[in-house]
């Protein structure tokens, strides 16, 4: 029987979490064939031995591509150059080698759904978000940055919900272990100018919608400085280049892919994308000037009011914390 889904790992120096990743996909319960394609960029430390291991022990159902010196660092597009290209299958998944999935029928519930509902090209659930140690911090929704109560209360539906492509626009994140869609759709992607998760989302469920699970079924990790999002944290160069630039060029793109039919939408997620830039630079005036401030839930704008006026008590905090 030929494999269905194609589930795609792309890994660099993720030796201390790659075996748990691999492990929670390797052993999904399905009533379908899978594969999973596994992309190393050249390790230094020891994930290639591990993802060899993997390859040993399941060789109808792992499958490799280990280059010999770093793509990135020379500017290639992993996904775009290697992975994509390299799915067969008619479903595709997402796991970054520092994630896992925590829910051994993750794969069989979305592509039931995607199997019973062609009208929908993605599916996505809740994760728990974990630090580089497993700790358990939180769930990954609800996310109450901003003062969206109908889209928020949509996705505290118990039996999940669909979100239409404007409301992902709006929804902005989702968890990238969570992600199982259509191949067919995901393949506009190649050209774009990059392959974020953003623009990953967005083209996949444009023409179409997608389903969210009101499920945790993987495991969302955070403050890894070796990831994309870990490193722009701590340079506000990269914040503006790889956060805020690429991000607004992406959706920029995505305009035109659509000729327009979400201008709106994506002009105001711009805007919010502006303040969060602004919000890690610790720029309460600038987030304002976003003009979006007060798209902010009420405790959101009184904890950064506070910060600005009364610093002495972030810095408290801080020093509470790390006593």
């Known amino acids: 029987m030929a494999a269905i ?3 795609c790992i792309v890994s660099f120096n993720h030796e201390k979490w790659l075996r748990k990743c691999l492990g929670s996909i ?3 319960k399905t009533d379908f064939e899978y594969t999973v394609l596994v992309h190393d960029d050249c390790s230094t430390d020891g994930s290639i031995a591990i993802i060899e291991e993997f390859a040993k022990k399941y060789p109808d159902k792992v499958h490799t591509i280990i280059q010999e010196e770093n793509r990135y660092s020379k500017g290639i597009n992993i996904v775009q150059k290697y992975v994509i290209p390299a799915i067969q299958t008619k479903y595709f998944a997402i796991c970054e080698g520092d994630d896992y999935w925590c829910d051994e029928n993750k794969l069989q519930k979305q592509v039931d759904y995607l ?3 062609p009208e929908c090209n993605m599916t996505f659930h809740n994760a728990n978000v974990v630090d580089t140690d497993d700790n358990y911090l939180k769930t990954f929704y609800p996310r109450k940055m901003w003062n969206d109560k109908k889209l928020y209360k949509a996705l505290e539906k118990p039996e999940g919900t669909d979100i239409s492509v404007a409301e992902l626009i709006r929804l902005d994140f989702t968890p990238t272990a969570s992600i199982v869609g259509r191949t067919e759709n995901l393949r506009p992607i190649l050209s ?4 974020l998760d953003l623009v990953v989302r967005l083209v996949t469920t444009y023409d179409g919608c997608a389903h969210y ?3 945790i079924m993987s495991a969302y990790r955070t403050n890894n400085p070796n990831s ?3 490193s722009i944290k701590t340079d506000p160069e990269k914040l503006k280049k790889n956060f805020f630039d690429r991000h607004c060029g992406l959706l920029k793109e995505f305009d035109e892919f659509t000729e327009g039919k979400y201008h709106d939408e994506i002009e105001h997620i711009i805007k919010r994308k502006e303040l969060i830039y602004y919000q890690h630079l610790n720029d309460l005036k600038g987030m304002k000037a976003s003009g ?4 902010l839930t009420p405790y959101e704008r009184l904890k950064y009011d506070i910060k600005d006026k009364m610093p ?6 801080k020093k509470l914390k790390r006593s």
């Open 192 to 195: 774009f100018s990059t392959s």
């Open 312 to 317: 002495f008590i972030t810095d408290l905090k």
């Open 213 to 215: 699970f009101n499920e």
């Open 5 to 7: 889904v194609t589930v």
């Open 115 to 117: 199997e019973k509902h």
């Open 228 to 230: 994309a999002s870990g």
């Open 292 to 295: 979006v401030y007060n798209e």
């Open 26 to 28: 390797c052993t999904q």
